[in-house]
T-cell receptor
Framework: DSGVTQTPKHLITATGQRVTLRCSPRSGDLSVYWYQQSLDQGLQFLIQYYNGEERAKGNILERFSAQQFPDLHSELNLSSLELGDSALYFC????????????????FGPGTRLTVL | AQKITQTQPGMFVQEKEAVTLDCTYDTSDPSYGLFWYKQPSSGEMIFLIYQGSYDQQNATEGRYSLNFQKARKSANLVISASQLGDSAMYFCAMREGLSGGYNKLIFGAGTRLAVHP
């Protein structure tokens, strides 16, 4: 158990709908990352938050948005869903910024499997 | 651009034998971190081992060791005394950037390891 929790574990919805994925980082971790794992694209970085602020953006679609709340949990909102959005969405957390040398290892949650029908 | 290459889509190993999973990377940044993660069929991503670009010695964690050859830009994972529970997908990842807190991971395509009794 990594200490990162994600809800829900599974989500089945229809095209055009909107869903929210939730993540609670490990206790003490300030950074939260979202990744998407799909068969055709592999594991791709979406977005990073650090202590409530957006830090880095990857290949995140405009239909997707995220935020990190004062209690450090994060939500990933996916709207106008398409069949191609079906994937495993991971949240990961780490302690601090990688400004100093150190592992700053990212620990992953169990993922939310999204199926768009 | 940063890139991770895992050239072995699938590997087989006999139980109790050692196996090496290949990973090569490409980056122009002198500071970077390399990670290996395990993804069993249940889907979670489990952190295994880390190697920093300035680390003088190869990283080891129990039965896992990382054969880091900086000049060749390779970071192969060695699993000694394979166990049936090692059957999983293995991902090599690189942390892109150490300054400014941009800490996203770039993943390879993964290698599926099957351990035979």
């Amino acid at each position: 158990d990594s200490g990162v929790t994600q809800t829900p574990k599974h989500l089945i919805t229809a095209t055009g709908q909107r869903v929210t994925l939730r993540c609670s980082p490990r206790s003490g971790d300030l950074s939260v990352y979202w990744y998407q794992q799909s068969l055709d694209q592999g594991l791709q970085f979406l977005i990073q938050y650090y202590n409530g602020e957006e830090r880095a953006k990857g290949n995140i679609l405009e239909r997707f948005s995220a935020q990190q709340f004062p209690d450090l949990h994060s939500e990933l909102n996916l709207s106008s869903l398409e069949l191609g959005d079906s994937a495993l969405y991971f949240c990961a957390s780490s302690v601090r910024l990688a400004g100093a040398r150190g592992t700053d290892t990212q620990y992953f949650g169990p993922g939310t499997r999204l199926t768009v029908l | 651009a940063q890139k991770i290459t895992q050239t072995q889509p699938g590997m087989f190993v006999q139980e109790k034998e050692a196996v090496t999973l290949d990973c090569t990377y490409d980056t122009s940044d002198p500071s970077y971190g390399l990670f290996w993660y395990k993804q069993p069929s249940s889907g979670e991503m489990i952190f295994l081992i880390y190697q920093g670009s300035y680390d003088q010695q190869n990283a080891t964690e129990g039965r896992y060791s990382l054969n880091f050859q900086k000049a060749r830009k390779s970071a192969n994972l060695v699993i000694s005394a394979s166990q049936l529970g090692d059957s999983a997908m293995y991902f090599c990842a690189m942390r892109e950037g150490l300054s400014g807190g941009y800490n996203k991971l770039i993943f390879g395509a993964g290698t599926r390891l099957a351990v035979h009794p």
